[in-house]
């Protein structure tokens, strides 16, 4: 089982940036699609970005479009979120996961391993 930890989670005022990190453990990154996910209080988990393997395609809710960005580094088992333009409403822990198989890649149940989540909170 594949061990999933994020960073860079943090405390930032409206308009900011933030980056997020997702180290992954085990020797067949490259070869799993992977997701960040974020949950409010209150709120289910709820899609945010996705890329294949390969990080060539990618996919984003239509609330972050434009101003997250999803990459990886396949040589240091590593997925990024940069967020700009950081508005109040994606306050949220952040949750990196590793896509499963061919689900929908929006639904939770389409991944099989997630790391323990990193705190966004962006004061207006």
């Known amino acids: 089982q594949v061990q999933l930890v994020e960073s860079g989670g943090g405390l930032v005022q409206a308009g900011g940036s933030l980056r997020l990190s997702c180290a992954a453990s085990?020797?067949?990154?490259?070869?799993?699609?992977m997701g960040w996910f974020r949950q409010a209080p209150g709120k289910e988990r709820e899609f945010v970005s996705g890329?294949?393997?390969?990080?060539?395609?990618?996919y984003y809710a239509d609330s972050v479009k434009g101003r997250f960005t999803i990459s990886r580094d396949n040589a240091k088992n590593t997925v990024y979120l940069q967020m700009n333009s950081l508005k109040p409403e994606d306050t949220a822990v952040y949750y990196c996961?590793?896509?499963?198989?061919?689900?929908?890649?929006?639904?939770?149940?389409?991944?099989?391993?997630w790391g323990q989540g990193t705190q966004v909170t962006v004061s207006s």
């Open positions: 996961a590793r896509r499963s198989g061919s689900g929908n890649y929006q639904r939770p149940l389409s991944y099989d391993n």
């Open positions: 890329c294949s393997g390969s990080g060539g395609v990618t």
């Open positions: 085990g020797r067949t990154f490259s070869s799993y699609a």
